[in-house]
């Protein structure tokens, strides 16, 4: 069998992860905290494990940060974010504690003054009388004044998702401000953040669709809106979440995205790449003693009204030997050394139908200009099928891929369009074909090392 064990994303060595949590620059050193499950691979137990490093490139696996234990969390420490304030790294988090069947739900506070030993210093907020007890993922950040603000994700009394509001002089006391924005299609919001970008403000969110009776999840997505955060009167300008929203990934598995600012004031995101299902899950970790990695860290900027995701730019450091582009009858071929590699296509002939096939058919990619539509598919590890996602695109410019062990991320036109997908490996060794590229076009292979 072939390892699924990523080359150069992050993944624990045990377990599951799922949520990135945390994200912050502190005392020399990025931090990226998860949602871990060390004991098993399934969703039964969560606390936050820990990766740093200096550059965005190596990285360091910490262990645990912050584990269940008091009341108030026993039953998990949830998701949540970070913020460097006085000097201390503070991070704001759910938890979790069930009662006779009822989840209570509490926003928590655990500080650092030297990033190793953490302190936990309870509850700082709990869940206002409107919603329920699915009320989590506090995403914390700093007003142009002094005040801090956080919003969280949650479901109203209704069953309908929305995000809350809450405003702070400190970080331990804040007050509940209302609800910034709702829906009435989705039974749950996840994991929020609002930030400002290039003059404008962005709001991620969740939506989850959700069983009224057995309280079970469907798979969600991740979305974003623009608009105009109004500190004085703690209002966004955009409050409904079912309409003029855009999917910040078209592929198979993103979700749960956060975001933070680098030391020289760049917006990175990290998500969780995954969007499986149970089956697909034990399937997927069969014969592995992890499962679930995060996506590349990616470079945020507004583009014409349109977020744009680009691989952080360190990471381009990582482009190793260069591989030959094989020009045959039947079109283009390399051959990298491993299923760790970066291709780039830069194309004149905009209007010219092609096809990129990986691994002999694990996955493809087809771009078909009279139809004005990209299509991404894979092989399936649970079914004797081919999925797939496709959307519209009035041009495919370029178009780069960064393929690691088991997954692949696919940025279009410099992050115009962005799609993420794991991948079943069924050989070590990588296979790239290129059908119907123009003999001018711009192809460029390397091992990533």
């Not at 939506?207 to 105009?228: H, M």
Request: charged letters at 30%.
């Amino acid at each position: 069998m072939v390892s699924k064990r990523q080359r150069y994303h992050l993944e624990p060595p045990t377990g599951l992860l799922n949520d990135p949590n945390g994200l912050s620059w502190f005392d020399g050193k990025y931090r990226i905290f998860f949602q871990w499950n060390r004991l098993k691979k399934d969703h039964s137990y969560k606390e936050w494990g820990l990766f740093t490093s200096r550059d965005l490139l190596s990285w360091q696996f910490e262990g645990s940060a912050l584990t269940p234990g008091q009341t108030y969390d026993r039953n998990g420490v949830y998701s949540g974010s970070g913020q460097v304030i006085g000097g201390r790294l503070c991070l704001f988090y759910t938890g979790n504690f069930k009662e006779d069947g009822r989840r209570i739900s509490s926003q928590c506070l655990a500080v650092t003054e030297d990033g190793r030993q953490y302190c936990k210093e309870g509850v700082i907020l709990r869940t206002p009388e409107e919603y329920t007890g699915h009320f989590r993922d506090p995403k914390v950040f700093r007003g142009k004044n002094s005040d801090y603000f956080m919003v969280i994700g949650g479901q109203r009394k209704n069953h309908k998702g929305a995000i809350a509001l809450c405003r702070a002089e400190d970080v331990r006391n804040w007050e509940y401000q209302g609800t910034l924005a709702v829906s009435e299609q989705y039974e749950m919001i996840e994991c929020p953040d609002l930030f400002e970008l290039d003059g404008r403000w962005v709001l991620l969110y969740n939506p989850q669709k959700r069983s009224i009776d057995t309280d079970l999840p469907e798979p969600g997505f991740s979305a974003y809106k623009l608009g105009a955060f109004d500190e004085a009167a703690v209002r966004f300008d955009h409050p409904d979440l079912d309409t003029d929203f855009a999917k910040l990934d078209a592929g198979f598995d993103f979700y749960a995205p956060q975001t933070f600012e680098t030391p020289d004031g760049r917006r990175l995101l990290l998500a969780w790449m995954s969007g499986m299902d149970g089956k697909q899950e034990a399937a997927f970790g069969k014969g592995e003693p992890n499962i679930h990695c995060l996506t590349i860290p990616r470079e945020l900027s507004l583009r014409g009204g349109k977020l744009c995701q680009r691989p952080a730019r360190e990471l381009y450091t990582r482009l190793g030997r260069r591989v030959d582009a094989v020009w045959e009858t039947t079109g283009v071929r390399g051959n990298p050394a491993g299923r760790a590699f970066f291709l780039k296509l830069k194309r004149e002939d905009v209007n010219r139908c092609f096809q990129i096939i990986l691994q002999g058919g694990e996955a493809a990619i087809w771009y078909a200009p009279d139809e004005r539509r990209l299509v991404v598919s894979r092989r399936s590890w649970t079914a004797n099928q081919e999925e797939r996602r496709e959307v519209r695109l009035e041009r495919l410019e370029e178009l780069e891929i960064w393929s690691d062990q088991s997954s692949m991320e696919i940025f279009v036109n410099g992050g115009e369009t962005v799609l993420s997908a794991r991948i079943f490996p069924g050989k070590e060794q990588a296979e790239i074909e290129l059908l119907g590229i123009e003999e001018n076009a711009d192809i460029q292979i390397c091992e990533i090392v």
